[in-house]
């Protein structure tokens, strides 16, 4: 459009210019959100929580664990000595070898590792507490922190970040299965006996 007055084709012009700012924003604006939600990788989960000692009376749990990866499976014996002040878990070979131990008194973690390599002692030991501790201790402390989300059923427990399903624990009869979707295994813990 061409105008005999310069002053309005100078605010057309400034108005085309404005238009075309105002639709450049917009398409950047679009084009990020757009790329950073489809191709920004899922974001790592933080480390698993450790929860508090239970106030129940002292308890050893003697158990047998079956660790199924891929095509492997592994038995070991687990014992596990609960008490209000700490906990301290011995993971064995089936001919009674010591592999890993564990200790926890609420504020301090520790492990003694018998075996070459790396071992994620306390994600282990974070997993067996989610497993069987109290179901209102696991939420309060998993919920304080934005991100994990719990859910609870008579017989199953799962645990997830930011809708991310990492764990599932189900129950049956003496018998515990805990998915770990994360690592991509899955462990059966048998009760072998408990004493109170």
Known sequence: MISDNPGIQNIEGRMQYYRYRCLFLALIIALMTGCSSISSPSEDPPALRLLPPLSAPEQVLKQKVLLQAQEIEREFLLISRLTPENIIAVVLLPTGQTLLQL??????FSQQVFLPGDVPGHELLAIMQFSVWPEQIIRDRYNA???WHTAFSEDMR???????????????????????????YRVVIKDLESDR
């Open 103 to 108: 200790k926890y008194d609420g504020q301090n």
């Open 145 to 147: 922190v934005s991100g």
């Open 158 to 184: 799962s645990l997830s970040w930011k809708n991310q399903l990492l764990l599932q624990v189900e129950r049956e009869a003496g018998q515990l299965t805990v998915m770990n979707n994360l690592h991509g």
